[in-house]
């Protein structure tokens, strides 16, 4: 089925990801039990781990999940609290992001600087509101909340992928760098 979608010539076909996980493991996030089958981005499949991050999948897929057969998902998935999805974004961030801070070669590709850029508001967005916001709710809101100085970084990445991506690996190291300092504060 993956090779057939990836071969398929529909736009965005290879760059699905999604995760197989057995009914009882979806309802809350469990780190112990975390490990399912995955389609990968580069269209590999394999068993990979989920990290905190899928806390705030999981409020995602409640909220905004659609249903091609079956119950529906809030069935399916516990209510996620506001200060779970806040520890799962300060989670994440610190897990996956800051460690790009030491060894940012994964930032030098252009669409990852729009990517990361746009996950930084979406971080700080959750730990204020503790709530999920979608890419553009949260870069509008960045924007307005952060500063000028954020402003242009934010713009180029939510022009992605219509326009081209100019080299903003210093700007979006300063970024995640002031997204980790802000959430050694208090943000609420």
């Not at 999604?18 to 975390?34: E, F, K």
């Not at 080299?167 to 802000?182: H, K, M, N, S």
Request: glycine share 6%; hydrophobic share 40%.
């Amino acid at each position: 089925m993956h090779t057939r979608l990836a071969a398929s010539g529909l736009p965005w076909a290879d760059k699905l990801e999604g995760s197989y996980i057995p009914q009882a493991a979806l309802r809350r996030y469990n780190p112990t039990h975390a490990h399912h089958p995955a389609l990968r981005i580069d269209g590999s499949f394999a068993i990979d781990g989920h990290g905190h991050d899928w806390v705030i999948q999981r409020q995602v897929l409640r909220q905004q999940g659609i249903i091609l057969a079956g119950p529906p998902l809030q069935d399916l998935i516990d209510p996620i609290q506001p200060e779970d999805l806040r520890l799962a974004a300060r989670a994440t961030l610190n897990e996956w992001w800051a460690p790009m801070l030491d060894e940012p070669a994964r930032l030098r590709s252009r669409e990852y600087q729009a990517y990361a850029a746009i996950t930084m508001c979406r971080i700080l967005y959750t730990l204020c509101y503790g709530a999920v916001a979608t890419k553009s709710d949260a870069a509008r809101w960045a924007q307005t909340e952060l500063g000028e100085s954020w402003v242009g970084l934010i713009e180029q990445a939510m022009a992605w992928p219509e326009k081209p991506q100019p080299d903003r690996l210093e700007g979006t190291l300063a970024l995640i760098r002031f997204t980790v300092l802000l959430t050694h504060s208090e943000i609420h």
